[in-house]
């Protein structure tokens, strides 16, 4: 009798590691919650963001567009311009570090919760239950030979699916495009060229990752599950099985000293991923928790107290208390460091960010003119490139030279979020000794808005 159930065990694990496509048994918990929960939440983000409207200067636009064709990003009353790249260099920067911090911490969290892989795989799931029935219906489905109820159970499946992919890929696209023009020119079949190759390459690629390769992804195909053991060390807090207190495993039947794991394989049924949790830790893990979730339930069953699998580091499985280890790691120093000097970085570039941008050319055409009051003149193009959503006047001094002024109008009006480009002569009596190429200062300010200025350094040419 122990060896029948021994291979039934064995048959169980292996379906769930090496066969097929893993149906994963669905468990109520605090993990379950929060995994849900972060799907809410970041897909009202995703799909919702797109059509939020902001009014500035009297006209209303898309909050949050990457606007590529006039090379400008809106974020609601912020307006970022290629000159700002260093920004979002910083963001990245501080997004990396976090999550190296949060995977030193406890292992790979935004793998479980916030992944767009994992969210968009539990979407896919939730419909596929819906339309297949539980993990075990669906395991005999897939099983049995084609027929008119598997075929007409499997179209509905996958055309929801399609309908899904396809919607995440107008939202993806409408962050590029408004979604308000996006909409009807797809309806209209107006599409751009490469508007039609994201929505198609999107749409596909979210149907073919979520719904198709779905656990391959994790197992095979995501790089950070290859080196993010490289980020653990003993204090770090993975999800993990206490052997001390589980093994020996037995049934509970048997009077003999025993662990409090059962070996029912819930955990086993319950992962995503189809790996066994009591093996140790293995990089295909995503720490989503549905193993706790499972085995908690178990432990209330038989009476035995909860957290046989738990987020534990290898320290506290060891048996040692020091419940502070994880303040005295040096990777967590060095990654807790690098947050808060990029944090503070950035916010001191975003504080000290000018409104105001410009680049001096000087005519190449002709170096210098010579008037016939004998003044030398050198002409220049400024671009005053606005970068506030309202619209500014500017005044354009010069500096540098005895006697240099600016000929002509010097005051310039320009248009929210744009680039005008302006033409100036600049001349100086030349009256002192100076000759050659020698270097003079244009200050341009926002008339009315003092603090809104900038000098720019540029050459004169003299006789």
């Not at 919702?48 to 090379?71: K, M, P, Y």
């Not at 990003?73 to 190296?100: E, K, M, N, R, S």
């Not at 996006?182 to 994201?198: C, D, K, R, V, Y």
Request: hydrophobic letters at 45%; charged letters at 20%; glycine letters at 8%.
């Amino acid at each position: 009798m122990s060896q029948t159930v021994s291979k039934i065990r064995e048959a169980k694990l292996e379906l769930y590691q090496k066969k097929g496509k893993i149906h994963a048994k669905t468990v109520d918990g605090p993990f379950k919650h929060l995994r849900w929960a972060m799907v809410w939440i970041t897909q009202i983000i995703f799909y919702g963001a797109c059509w939020l409207n902001w009014e500035s200067n009297g006209t209303v636009r898309q909050a949050i567009l990457f606007d590529i064709a006039h090379e400008k990003l809106y974020l609601f009353g912020l307006v970022l311009w290629p000159q700002d790249a260093l920004l979002l260099a910083f963001v990245l920067i501080i997004a990396a570090t976090t999550l190296f911090l949060v995977t030193a911490l406890a292992g790979r969290l935004f793998c479980g919760f916030a992944c767009p892989q994992t969210v968009y795989t539990e979407i896919f799931i939730w419909i596929e239950a819906k339309v297949e029935g539980d993990h075990l219906a669906r395991l005999r489905l897939d099983q049995n030979p084609m027929s008119g109820r598997k075929l007409l159970l499997k179209s509905i499946k996958h055309a929801l699916w399609v309908a899904l992919a396809g919607w995440t890929a107008i939202s993806f696209v409408g962050y590029f495009t408004p979604i308000r023009e996006l909409l009807p020119s797809i309806a209209g079949f107006q599409t751009g060229p490469w508007e039609a190759f994201w929505l198609i390459f999107y749409g596909l690629f979210t149907y073919v990752q979520a719904g198709l390769a779905r656990e391959a992804v994790c197992q095979h195909m995501c790089p950070y599950s290859r080196f993010q053991g490289v980020m653990f060390d003993p204090a770090t807090r993975n999800i993990a099985y206490d052997r001390l207190r589980g093994e020996p495993r037995n049934n509970r039947r048997e009077a003999v000293s025993r662990g409090d794991c059962i070996d029912c394989g819930i955990c086993v049924q319950v992962c995503p991923t189809g790996i066994d949790i009591r093996d140790g830790l293995q990089y295909q893990c995503i720490n989503c928790g549905l193993c706790i979730d499972g085995c908690n339930q178990v432990m209330d069953k038989i009476g035995a107290p909860r957290g046989l699998i738990r987020f534990a580091s290898e320290n506290e499985l060891a048996g040692q208390t020091t419940s502070d280890a994880w303040l005295r790691s040096p990777r967590i120093a060095v990654y807790a460091t690098f947050l808060v000097v990029f944090s503070a970085w950035s916010i001191n570039l975003i504080s000290q960010r000018s409104l105001l941008r410009v680049d001096v050319l000087r005519d190449r055409g002709a170096l210098l003119r010579e008037t016939a009051e004998g003044h030398i003149e050198n002409a220049y193009t400024l671009k005053l490139m606005n970068l506030d959503d309202v619209p500014h006047e500017y005044h354009v001094a010069v500096s540098g030279l005895p006697g240099i002024q600016v000929i002509g109008a010097d005051r310039f009006a320009v248009e929210p979020g744009s680039i005008k480009p302006v033409s100036l002569t600049v001349a100086t009596s030349n009256e002192g000794s100076q000759s050659g190429i020698q270097p003079i200062r244009f200050e341009i300010k926002a008339i009315g808005v003092p603090a809104t200025r900038i000098e720019e350094k540029s050459a004169f040419a003299l006789p």
